[in-house]
Nanobody, 122 residues
Framework: QVQLVESGGGLVQAGGSLRLSCAASGNIFIINAMGWYRQAPGKQRELVASVTDSGLTHYADSVKGRFTISRDNAKNTVNLQMNSLKPEDTAVYYC????????????????WGQGTQVTVSS
């Protein structure tokens, strides 16, 4: 079974930075893309950023210019550098992957990790 494990969350002041990391493990045949979702209390989960195997990136409008996603394809890891953090960035951040394993294939929004809490104080 594939596992996605996030790390790097914490408490920071507005304007500060955090770097989230995620590692995928298991019997993975291929990872087409990896990304980050977040969910704040009372709100729907939203896609924050994603990156394909070829390096094509996507960012939510709310984080453009502040967040940077990067991926190490060989290590099946993805990072999210978050700068100029705002209180509205407070959420649980989830790693996700578009991948195929011995069990099956999943789109980016079909499977995600346990999450890591990011709290930004004002």
């Amino acid at each position: 079974q594939v596992q996605l494990v996030e790390s790097g969350g914490g408490l920071v002041q507005a304007g500060g930075s955090l770097r989230l990391s995620c590692a995928a493990s298991g019997n993975i045949f291929i990872i087409n893309a990896m990304g980050w979702y977040r969910q704040a209390p009372g709100k729907q989960r939203e896609l924050v950023a994603s990156v394909t195997d070829s390096g094509l990136t996507h960012y939510a409008d709310s984080v453009k210019g502040r967040f940077t996603i990067s991926r190490d394809n060989a290590k099946n890891t993805v990072n999210l550098q978050m700068n100029s953090l705002k209180p509205e960035d407070t959420a649980v951040y989830y790693c996700a992957a578009d991948y195929c394993s011995d069990y099956g294939c999943y789109d980016l929004g079909d499977y995600w990790g346990q999450g890591t809490q990011v709290t930004v104080s004002s």
